[in-house]
């Protein structure tokens, strides 16, 4: 299993892409032929337009387009089979066909205007005036009855009854007499606030926030009774039913997946924590549609509810509050504001910038001693965190092992490693910045967690079986006796004289350890499961079997192990704390589970926290639990109350990064209060976390120049790190910086600073342990860049360049011009980001700038820019354009990748693009490039490459990026193969002896 884990994390990248047309003002598509492009050849299409147009790009996105507007504010929405109901705050109800176009309107009551329902044939209108029943008639419906006693928050439709909340928090059922009249037949205080209900059957669901989800029965003798109540992890605001399964907008917990088969007994099946903070959700035949507090649409594949994954996203966060959506046939319908924007998922895919693969790394097993959290790391090795202050991690230092550390268990100054098969790994961590490998054990298997009786170490060697070394002597320790045993050795235990072996499929084994040098087995216990890891207190074994959930085990006759009770758990059992009668159980990609065993024969899950990641160990401190989320990372949970566990922290990705700087095989995170961190990027869609070092203040830049890295700090400092061996970083003596300074460049021989009054300052580097002073060089600058042994400044008054030989001397004038705001070169050209009028081309020539008579319209405020090559990448806030250019270059290539987050810098290798502005690293793969070839001042042609992949492109014209506008398609299919026939097979089949 450890060999496959990343496969399936790799993004599917490029399903997906959609081409904007920038153009003159007023400009529109008028046709696109052909609409369908054959998959895997060369093919060229036609954009026909109304007006002359200058740029087409071609990127990633849903498309979206306003349909509809309404007089006053949308409050709420209705899909029928073949028609939208928009409801205003003005409680008007306009009927519309499903592409937007209005058919009629109907005024209801004031205040009926909450929200509507389909029941019974009717539409049923609710709100601070009560109920209204809609009845159809021709093109639209007449308001049949009201009933207005009631002032409704919220209304759902049951078995021939209406089931609501009032505003008065009342749970309320309604029934329609023979006359149709609305009677109210039960009711129930709801002590929380409700934020939406299901229905199914004869019970009803409330997404009660915090609380999770109360179930009342509704056909109960005695009237409407609570009959169970789940606490989700989150904070449930909206819930769907489909099949015996909740789904549940969850908060912070992204979405959450209950099987209801027993309304009261609910049970947690799968989640999806990577959605950010959910509110809505929505169900049709493609997927589930979540809607979150960035007003970021995600479409998730749920038809295996242990596993739900990602299939589509797309951005709405410019624009009006969202206050209801529909989802159906792949469209969703959003009401913002006025007006309704369908957005198409037909061919949905990730987001291009994104962040879905990348790794936090494999954190593993870990240790608490003192204030000191030891973990192993599977890509990295041993890392060594202070946790004193459990909201405010930091590293203290690591040690990077040969092969991948899987166990790690500490005594006195030494760290024990199993680090797979590199074996045991005994460590010095007496100075937690300065460990150091005192020897290593070979064990023959792939060395994978410890337990510790006086001076022997007993070591689960996975396909090794299990070793007890002597460590009396550390630096010598040495194996005493082995077993093979029958399955893989995960975990190990020891009682007494005896061992306790967690062997995956051949279950629990016990052994007599009496004669260290010849264990011998006496019992087994096997449940037909994979256990993976085990703990003992008193005469009973807690055991984690991977596929079948929890066991508890009486092992008073380690012979004759007898079970007592059983229970399954979510996701799958991997890793054991203990405290009290509580079991901290991490379930991989459920999270951590928490269950309560007071009763040993009825074990019961009472809290659960999922995670971002997979959760694999978890550790307990005093009031508090330490997650190993292998890809999420370090997490630390509040669990004074077992029954809600609280992420409190985070020490990966807690912080948002400022600047990304690429050398080699890896890139350096300018990561604000979480100093400077470090990915391995060798497979550029898997980025992994290796390590970090924290810093005092904020880290806004950094540079890597040789074998050492110059963190730019906010506090004043500039650090200095040696990154000779990127695994392991040290921390050399600082200098000081102006404050205030947030960019840093320079060459061999100098270092440049930016701060935020726009000065630029230059230190020598002569030493570069111990850089000169820094000296004020010019004022009014708003970019730099070192090119061709000059700094190349962007200023107020136009370019200027200053010689790396003497910067005493008056600088050059490139360009004299309104002010550059960015800019960026190669050996012979540079561009420049004017303000108020877009990107102008020099040619550099004998240290002066040629105009290069070229510029290109650019609306958008311009983050960065880097010139590679023949390739020009622009970083927006929301976006990066990258442009190829042909030999006088003149941009012929446009591709436009839009993301997730908000980016502040990047930085590339090859045809990989990585990007600051988010917690975590995000990166894309550029798109092979689509040619763009004006014909004439109404015709352009696209030239779509052989591998381009599969997908639908969208043609728009854009005046504003962020706009919903309506839009023409191409898809790119693939062809269809051509059916054979049993006898046309036959004849293409070879005969004789040789067949």
């Known amino acids: ?26 400009a529109a598509i008028v046709d696109i032929q052909p609409r369908e492009i054959p998959f895997g050849h060369t093919t060229d299409l036609t954009v026909t337009h109304d007006a002359p147009v200058s740029l087409l790009v071609t990127g990633a996105t849903a498309p979206a387009a306003i349909i509809a507007t309404t007089s006053a504010a949308l409050a ?22 499903l592409n937007g176009t209005p058919k009629s309107s109907l005024q209801l009551p004031a205040g009926m205007n909450r929200g509507l329902i389909s029941w019974e044939g009717l539409v049923v209108a609710y709100g601070a005036s009560g109920i209204g029943l809609l009845e159809p008639v021709a093109n639209g419906f007449s308001l049949a009855r009201q009933e207005s006693s009631t002032d409704m928050a919220w209304l759902r439709a049951g078995n021939r009854q209406l089931i609501g909340i009032s505003s008065h928090q009342q749970l309320v059922t309604l029934e329609l007499d023979a006359d149709g009249t609305l009677h109210q037949t039960g009711s129930a205080a709801v002590a929380e606030t409700v934020r939406d209900i299901a229905v199914d059957g004869n019970f009803a669901y409330l997404a009660v926030g915090d609380a999770g989800i109360v179930v009342f029965q509704l056909a109960a003798a005695e009237g409407l009774k609570i009959v169970a109540r789940y606490r989700s992890g989150g904070s449930a605001n909206g819930l769907v039913i489909n099949n015996a399964i909740l789904y549940i907008a969850d908060g912070a917990n992204g979405l959450s997946i209950v099987d209801i088969s027993d309304p009261t007994t609910l049970r947690q099946l799968g989640s999806h924590n990577k959605l950010g903070s959910t509110s809505r959700v929505r169900m049709d035949a493609m997927g589930l549609l979540l809607l979150n507090s960035d007003y970021q649409l995600h479409l998730v594949d749920a038809s295996d509810a242990w596993q739900p994954r990602l299939i589509g996203s797309h951005d709405l966060s410019a624009g009006p509050a969202i206050s209801s959506m529909q989802f159906t046939r792949n469209l969703a319908y959003v009401a913002r504001g006025n007006a309704l924007t369908q957005v198409d998922f037909s061919n949905a895919s990730v987001p291009m910038i994104s962040s879905e693969g990348v790794n936090q790394g494999g954190s593993r097993r870990a240790w608490i001693e003192g204030d000191s959290l030891y973990v192993a790391d599977w890509f990295s090795g041993l890392h060594i965190y202070d946790i004193s202050k459990p909201n405010y991690l930091r590293q203290l230092g690591n040690f990077h092992t040969a092969g991948s550390a899987k166990g790690v268990l500490v005594h006195g100054n030494v760290a024990y490693v199993g680090d797979d098969d590199h074996g045991l790994q005994i460590i010095d961590i007496s100075k937690a910045s300065d460990t150091h490998r005192l020897t290593e054990v070979a064990t023959g298997g792939l060395a994978y967690t410890m ?66 040098e010849q264990p011998l087995p006496i019992g087994a216990f096997d449940p037909k499961g994979q256990a993976e890891d085990i703990v003992i207190r008193d005469n009973i074994a807690i055991c984690a ?59 019961k899950i009472i809290g659960r926290l999922d995670t971002d990641g997979s959760t694999w160990g978890v550790n307990i401190k005093g009031k508090y639990a330490y997650l190993l989320d292998w890809w999420g990372g370090i997490k630390v949970a509040d669990v004074s ?52 070092m924290d810093l005092p203040g904020q880290v806004r830049d950094v540079l890597v120049s040789d074998d050492l890295l110059y963190a730019l700090n906010a506090n004043g400092h500039l650090d200095i790190l040696d990154v000779s061996d990127p695994f392991t970083l040290k921390l050399l003596p600082h200098a ?3 404050k205030d300074t947030v960019a840093i460049t320079g060459g061999l021989r100098f270092l440049a600073l930016l701060d935020a009054h726009h000065n630029v300052y230059v230190r020598d580097l002569a030493n570069p342990l111990q850089p000169g002073a820094p000296q004020l060089l010019h004022r009014g600058v708003n970019a730099m860049q070192v090119l061709n042994e000059h700094l ?19 600088p050059a004038t490139l360009i004299t011009a309104q002010p550059v705001l960015q800019v960026h070169g190669n050996q012979d050209t ?39 090559d023949n390739q020009l990448l622009v970083a927006t806030e929301n976006a990066l354009y990258t442009f190829t250019l042909s030999t006088d270059n003149t941009p012929t290539t446009h591709n436009y990748y839009p993301t997730r987050q908000r980016l502040t810098g990047f930085d590339m290798q090859g045809t990989n693009v990585f990007f600051a502005g988010g917690p975590t690293l995000s990166s894309i793969t550029l798109l092979p490039p689509t040619r763009v070839t004006p014909i004439d001042d109404h015709h352009t042609r696209i030239t779509f490459p052989g591998a381009m992949p599969l997908g639908r492109y969208q043609i728009r014209s854009l005046d504003n990026p962020d706009a919903d506008t309506p839009a023409l398609a191409v898809t790119l299919v693939r062809p269809k193969q051509p059916r054979l026939s049993n006898e046309m097979f036959k004849r293409m089949m070879p005969s004789g002896p040789g067949q």
């Open 76 to 97: 709420a929405t209705l899909l029928l089979d073949d028609a939208l109901l928009l409801l205003t705050e003005q409680s008007e109800l306009v009927i519309c066909d």
């Open 830 to 868: 540079i561009v420049a980001a004017l303000a108020g009028d877009g990107l102008h081309w020099y040619r550099w020539e004998h240290a002066s700038l040629v105009d290069g008579e070229l510029s290109l319209a650019f609306t958008q405020t311009i983050n960065q820019l880097q010139l590679h």
């Open 1 to 26: 299993m450890d060999a496959s884990l990343t496969t399936w994390r790799l993004r599917a990248i490029q399903c997906m892409a959609c081409c904007i047309l920038y153009q003159n003002a007023g």
């Open 451 to 516: 337990k510790r009786e006086d001076t022997l170490l007993y070591v689960a060697d996975h396909r090794g079986g299990f070793h007890i070394v002597d460590i009396s002597d550390p630096a010598h320790a040495h194996k005493l006796g082995s077993y093979d045993t029958q399955g893989k050795a995960w975990a190990i235990a020891v009682r007494e004289k005896t061992a306790f072996v967690a062997d995956d499929n051949a279950g629990i084994l016990s052994f007599d350890i009496t004669t260290p």
């Open 641 to 692: 109350n077992p029954k809600a566990p609280r992420l409190v922290s985070r020490y990966h990705a807690r912080a948002p990064i400022e600047q990304v700087h690429i050398k080699g095989k890896y890139a350096y995170l300018a990561s604000g209060e979480a100093g400077v961190q470090v990915f391995d990027i060798k497979n550029p869609l898997n980025p992994i976390w290796v390590t970090a």
């Open 545 to 603: 079997f991977f596929d079948r959930g929890l066991y508890l085990l009486d092992i008073s006759d380690p012979a004759n192990m007898r079970e007592i009770s059983h229970i399954p758990i979510p996701g799958n059992a991997r890793g054991i704390a203990v405290a009290g009668d509580l079991i901290y159980l991490a379930a991989w990609d459920a999270g951590l589970q928490v269950v309560d065993i007071s009763y040993l024969t009825d074990p």
């Open 736 to 738: 000081a910086v102006p």
């Open 792 to 810: 190349i400044l962007g200023t107020d008054t136009g370019l200027v360049a200053y010689s790396h030989a003497d910067f005493k001397s008056p």
